[in-house]
């Protein structure tokens, strides 16, 4: 299986092309260090769910 674009995914969800993404607990390691360094990380939300998965979406702005 190819590896994820998570810049990509970053930047789609922040371009308001995609509603979430989700991370699984394999896949946490290789995301960490990209969603550390990437610029707009405080725009973009994870919440934890059953089974360890992430979903990742844009914090909604009022």
Known sequence: MAAKDYRQLLEDLRAGKIEEFVVTPEEFM???????????????????????ELHYHLIKRD
Do not use: L, S
Request: aromatic share 18%; proline share 4%; charged share 35%.
């Open 30 to 52: 290789d995301f960490q260090p990209i969603y550390h360094d990437y610029e707009y990380r405080t725009q973009v939300e994870g919440k934890a769910e059953r089974g360890g």
